[in-house]
Each structure stands twice: as structure tokens, then as C-alpha cells.
């Protein structure tokens, strides 16, 4: 069980990261493919105001995502990155990429330097989802072997079903940040925006749902094991999900209910990442299981130890900083998309003495049960204490609430 409990923050992350960056390299998709003049800039500026407080925030997944995986399973870490470094280093680029654009566009000079800047960020933000798309493409089909490949530097991701796949990550984007952004105009009484997002979202979904169809079809002629794990158990319960949930935001978009969109629209691309993870599962890599690959008890005990107790900071944190973006309170005042009014904050309280006390007493124990036990029951109940641990010091530290 501790061997495999990194993997499965490793998949959480990895969630997270899809559902909320990629939202916001969707965004900057949506910035390019809008014509110059008043509505273009009103579309682009929309989608600036609503993923600037919020895009460097997101990019925390990713890298919790490698450093977990990076401390929990190094052999595996090393076979992937051995393997794919040019799809990663075009990833890593994009970001950079990204980052400097947002940090440029503030201070640009001109109509034609704005224009520079946003094409640079809006390219970087396909080519970063697409690339990280085809290395986990890779991945899925066994292109990656266990002791790493320097040789097969392209073919190993430059092939019809990773590509598909990283076409899929962008479409998934653009999906993900279209419904956003129609219930962000909503909510900023936005309407021509709202429109202009609504279309958006019904023709990604549609494109994104046609991708991953013909990802099935490539995965029935050309992977005919990985068909058949995505096809059945598990898994098959996944896709289903997806496809209901992905079908259901189109729905939810049509009739313009986007704030409950927003959370089906994360939960049909989450599913997708599920049933991947669930028809591989407990392989990482072709013939290395989760448990070969785990690194030594010591080193699963501290990472177990350091991410549980890191969620009690980061998590509150999150939450305060989405909440008030989706308030409409980090949106620029000299912005046309400012809320009308911004609702007063409650003064705030200070968390009771007595979760405090009961998340010391958690952390306590589940760290003791899990270093100093070598019993396998000792070590599920040390999880246990642990998972407490977060959740009593979630409550201490976020039921109040911030004032400004």
C-alpha cells in the first residue's frame, strides 16, 4: 500500500494540473484564433483578466506532480525522461515562453509589440499541451522502456497515436477554458462575451469528443491491448463517465447553466486520465510494476509525510486565491470587466484550539506508525492518522475567512 500511495497524489496531481492549466492554455488558444479589431481584444482581454490571478498558481501541480514522482520512483522518472526529452523540453520551453509573455504584455510599447507578445503566448500555450499530450502518449502505448532509450529520440513520440493524443490534450484545453470563460462573462455581466465563449465551448467539445473517438479507433487497430483495458473493468467505467459527463457539459452549455458546467467539463476530461491510470494499473512501464519501481520505506514515508502535511498549506491557500478570482476581487479596477459590486468580507475567526490539538495528535501518530511499525496494518492505519491529520488541519486553518 505505501508503495503505491505517491502514485496515486502522482495521478491527483496530474488531474489537477489538466482540469485548471490546462484551462489556461486553452485560454491562450482562444486568444489566437480571434480576428484583430474591438470584439478580438474585448475576447482577449476577457481571457487575460479571467486566467491572469490564477496561471502561475496552477502550474504548482506540475511540479508537485515531478518531484513526487521524481523522489517516489527515480527509476521510472529516469526511463521517461531518458526516453522523451525533446517532447519535455518543448514543454518546458512553451511555459517559459508563457510566463515572459505575461509578464511582457503589461509592458508593451505598441499595437504591433502587444500583438508579438500575444501570438508568442498563444503559440506556447498549444505547443506546451500538445507536447506533454504526446509524451504521455508514449507512455500509454509502451513506448517508453523501463530502462530508458537514447536512441529513438522522435519515433518514440512522434507516431500516429501520441500525436493523436496531444491533439487531444490542446482540444481538451480549449474545451476546458471556453466553458470557464463563458461562465466568467456571466458572472462579469459580460453577455456578447458569453455568447461568443458559449459557441466556443459547444464546437471544442464537439472537436475534443471527436478526437477521442478516433483515439479509440487508432487504439483498437494499432494497440489492440491497450483497447481492451480501456474497454473493460474499471477503466470502461471511466470512459463511460467521460462520455456522459463530457456530452451532459455540452447540454449544461447549450442551455447556458455554465457554473454547474464548469465542474462536469473537469470531470469528463478527469475521467479520461482515470481510465488510463486504471487500465495500466500497477504497470508504470512495460514489465515495472509500481512496487519495483517504489524507491526505499524511508523515502515513501517522508514523501507521504511531506505532501499531507504540504496540503494544509497549499490547499486553504488555493481556495482563498480561486475564491476570490471567481469573485471578481483580482480583477484589475480600471478593467470594463469589474464586477458591479464586490460583497463585503466577514471579519475573521480564529480556528478553534481543539482541531489544532486533534491534527498535532494525527500527525504525530501517523508518522510513528509509519516509520517505527513494520507491520502492513500499522502502515494503513499511519495513512489513515495522516489523511486525518490533513483534514482536521484544512478545517483549523481555512474556517475563517480572510478580510480585506
Known sequence: MLQALPMVYVLAGLVLYTVLGGADFGAGLWQLLVRRGEHGERIREHAHHSMGPVWEANHVWLIFVLTVFWTAYPGAFGAITTTLPVPLFIAVIGIVLRGAA????????????????????????????????????????????????????????????????????????????????????????????????????????????????????????????????????????????????????????????????????????????????????????????????????????????AVLAGGTLLFPSLALLFRLTLAGQLVD????????????QASPRIATPLLARIAVACLIAGFGLLTVADAKWTHAIGVVCLLSFVATAFLALAGSEVAL
Open 102 to 305: 505575461y509578464a511582457l504584455r503589461a509592458g508593451a510599447r505598441s499595437p504591433r509589440e502587444s500583438a508579438l507578445i500575444d501570438t508568442l503566448f498563444s503559440v506556447s500555450s498549444i505547443l506546451t499541451p500538445f507536447a506533454l499530450g504526446t509524451a504521455i502518449g508514449a507512455i500509454a502505448t509502451n513506448h517508453v522502456p523501463a530502462g530508458g532509450d537514447t536512441h529513438h529520440l522522435l519515433s518514440g513520440w512522434l507516431h500516429p497515436a501520441s500525436i493523436l493524443i496531444g491533439v487531444l490534450a490542446v482540444a481538451a484545453s480549449a474545451y476546458l477554458a471556453a466553458v470557464y470563460l463563458a461562465a466568467d462573462a456571466v458572472r462579469h455581466g459580460g453577455g456578447e462575451l458569453e455568447g461568443a465563449f458559449r459557441t466556443r465551448a459547444l464546437i471544442a467539445g464537439v472537436v475534443a469528443g471527436g478526437v477521442a473517438v478516433a483515439g479509440v479507433i487508432v487504439f483498437s487497430s494499432d494497440y489492440p491491448h491497450l483497447f481492451d483495458s480501456l474497454t473493460s473493468g474499471g477503466a470502461l467505467a471511466a470512459v463511460i463517465v467521460s462520455g456522459i459527463a463530457g456530452i451532459g457539459t455540452l447540454g449544461l452549455v447549450y442551455t447556458r447553466h455554465y457554473e454547474v458546467a464548469r465542474y462536469t467539463a473537469a470531470v469528463a476530461v478527469a475521467a479520461i486520465i482515470a481510465g488510463w491510470a486504471v487500465s495500466r494499473w500497477p504497470t508504470i512501464l512495460p514489465h515495472l510494476t509500481i512496487d519495483q519501481a517504489a524507491a526505499g520505506h524511508d523515502t515513501l514515508v517522508w514523501v507521504t509525510v
Open 333 to 344: 479596477t480600471d478593467s470594463q470587466d469589474m464586477p458591479a459590486g464586490v460583497p463585503e
